[in-house]
């Protein structure tokens, strides 16, 4: 039988519902009959229901990385509490009579590998780059012309502020800020407007409590627009003056607030086939300026080692159409996994993949794709954060010899002997804490440690926040 797991089940229900839901179905014998192909691709079930008849749900998985879920329930949710429920009989290892896969299951068949097909004959050799999207040129190039008009009104009011000196924040440059921040969106600026909501923010705290603290993060706020705004209208000016305004790779169509399309990207060459992903660590955050839940999962290449994040984005106003993100504890076969322009730490997202169970053999490996020299780690992670538009932390996998308590907190130490302070970003999720709560000392010796680079204003130095554990057995979890 197919191996399921309520993991599984868990992140692909549309919500929390569903899955109590069909757990509730499953638990109480809501199916009068199971059957399942030979071939263990087809599974269906007879489930009692609220109609006059009983509703026959299916899974199949002809295509692994892409199961279909069918049910004849009048249910809009997808997959619906009953194809949710026949999971869970999978998952329980219930006994599944065989049958024949239905010959409407296998039309049905033909027609997705016909599409595929088709799919397939139109596109280039899959070894060559995608033909990109065609580009309308006059009306990319008024976007373009339209944003450096933003770019020029924000670069006003900036250099005004500093002039002013950041004394003056509050007051009526606070009404400005958040006038500013409005018109930004009929400028195809929503990120030039972040930031600027995030100045507001600071300015509005700051008139509340008059804490100094404020300023300082107002000046790293004010770094990174500045940073953005030179950058960016060298940037657009470049792609008007030589007529290129079609896409390219440059992280900043993403950071002026652009948003891209799988196929964008594809068609830049930012793509990997068959490439297996372990989810490491998982968390939830909130955009206050954005006004946005985030969901960020942090995942190893096997491979290569690398370090790449999923972005979920859930806006406040949309929160509860949009499906949260959770914690994976599979392995991910992806067919085909695309890349965001970035540095280190860059985002990811495919259509479909397959999840397997994590072995000894996965965590071996990626054990030893750990990097074992901290301070070549640490000058990688400085001259990444010294960017003003990189993010605050760089995600790494560090090979250690021990973590241990000192009286200034705890320190991980490598195999030559080299140390970095173990400490919790501000404002973030505090995994430091979960340390003195493992259960043995064998985790904090000779083990893989996943966790990010940040800089420490108060300090002045590097220090590094872990986010999980990477043992022979296992991966624990500091930040889930």
């Not at 619906?80 to 869970?88: D, G, I, T, V, W």
């Not at 607030?257 to 086939?273: F, S």
């Not at 993100?325 to 085909?336: C, N, Q, R, T, V």
Request: aromatic letters at 8%; hydrophobic letters at 35%; glycine letters at 6%.
């Amino acid at each position: 039988m197919r191996q399921i797991t309520e993991q599984y089940i868990t992140s692909i229900a549309p919500n929390p519902a569903a899955v109590k839901n069909a757990r509730k179905i499953s638990s109480t014998g809501g199916f009068v009959k199971l059957n399942a192909s030979s071939d263990d691709t087809f599974y269906m079930g007879e489930c009692t229901g609220s109609g006059s008849s009983n509703y026959i749900t299916s899974a199949d998985f002809a295509d692994p990385a892409k199961p279909v879920y069918r049910c004849s329930c009048p249910s809009r949710q997808f997959p619906c509490k009953h194809s949710l429920a026949l999971l869970f009989e999978m998952a329980a290892k219930k006994p599944f009579s065989p049958c024949e896969i239905p010959e409407d299951i296998l039309q049905k068949r033909k027609k997705i590998e016909a599409k595929a097909e088709k799919s397939q004959a139109q596109s280039e050799d899959k070894n060559a780059p995608k033909a990109a999207p065609k580009v309308n040129k006059a009306a990319r190039t008024k976007k373009l012309k339209k944003q450096l008009e933003g770019l020029d009104m924000t670069q006003e009011l900036v250099n005004s502020l500093l002039s002013a000196g950041l004394g003056a924040m509050g007051g009526n440059s606070v009404s400005a800020y958040r006038d500013l921040a409005k018109q930004l969106g009929d400028y195809y600026l929503p990120g030039p407007q972040a930031y600027i909501n995030e100045l507001v923010l600071e300015m509005e705290a700051f008139r509340e409590d008059s804490n100094v603290g404020h300023y300082t993060r107002a000046a790293g706020i004010l770094s990174r627009l500045r940073a953005l705004l030179t950058k960016s209208k060298a940037y657009l000016n470049g792609k008007l003056e030589s007529g290129e305004v079609g896409d390219d790779d440059s992280a900043l169509y993403e950071a002026l607030g652009g948003v891209w399309k799988l196929d964008q990207l594809q068609a830049l060459g930012l793509k990997k086939e068959n490439a297996q992903l372990m989810q490491l660590a998982f968390n939830v955050t909130f955009d206050q300026a954005r006004k946005e839940y985030i969901d960020i999962g942090w995942w190893a290449d096997l491979e290569t080692g690398e370090i790449s994040a999923t972005y979920n984005y859930r806006p406040l106003k949309a929160v509860k159409y949009v499906k949260q993100d959770d914690s994976i504890f599979e392995l991910a076969k992806i067919p085909m996994l695309t890349y965001y322009p970035g540095g280190s730490n860059r985002r990811i997202r495919w259509e479909a993949a397959e999840f397997v169970p994590v072995t000894a053999k996965h965590l071996d490996q990626l054990r030893s794709k750990a990097v074992s020299d901290l301070p070549a780690a640490v000058k990688a992670a400085k001259n990444e954060i010294k960017n003003a538009l990189s993010p605050d932390e760089t995600v790494s996998l560090i090979r250690f010899r021990r973590i241990g308590k000192t009286d200034g907190g705890y320190v991980l130490e490598d195999h030559a002997g080299n140390t970095i302070l173990l400490d919790d970003m501000p404002g973030g999720e505090k995994t430091t804490l979960r340390l003195p709560m493992l259960p043995n000392r064998d985790i904090l010796e000779d083990q893989v440690l996943l966790g990010a680079f940040y800089y420490d204003r108060p300090r002045k130095r590097i220090c590094l926040q872990p986010y999980s554990i990477v043992t022979g057995e296992t991966v624990v979890r500091l930040m889930y």
